[in-house]
Nanobody
Framework: QVQLVESGGGLVQAGGSLRLSCAVSRRTWDTYDMGWFRQAPGKEREFVASITWSYGRTAYADSVKGRFTISRDNARNTVYLQMNSLKPEDTAVYYC????????????WGQGTQVTVSS
């Protein structure tokens, strides 16, 4: 069983920063990638950033590149999303996800954490 728990969301002023954390259960031998996704009310879920466990290779959505940074601590089985220069359009529920080594798909998801950016 792979369990993901997000934390760090909240209310922040535009231009401010937040750091999201995703704690992964210690049985992560079957995972390959970690990703952050977000979903605003009435909109589809969208990709934000991803990182590989092995080499720390990262990828970002164009909308957040240069403002957000994804990182991981392999020893603590934790993935972070540092969000700087936040904009109101970043408001969404942010989800942490992990790929399965068997399917290479994002099969495991956290419960989500709310991020609200005010003007």
């Amino acid at each position: 069983q792979v369990q993901l728990v997000e934390s760090g969301g909240g209310l922040v002023q535009a231009g401010g920063s937040l750091r999201l954390s995703c704690a992964v259960s210690r049985r992560t031998w079957d995972t390959y990638d970690m990703g952050w996704f977000r979903q605003a009310p009435g909109k589809e879920r969208e990709f934000v950033a991803s990182i590989t466990w092995s080499y720390g290779r990262t990828a970002y959505a164009d909308s957040v590149k240069g403002r957000f940074t994804i990182s991981r601590d392999n020893a603590r089985n934790t993935v972070y999303l540092q969000m700087n220069s936040l904009k109101p359009e970043d408001t969404a529920v942010y989800y942490c996800a992990a790929t399965s080594g068997a399917t290479m798909a994002y099969d495991y998801w956290g419960q989500g954490t709310q991020v609200t950016v005010s003007s």
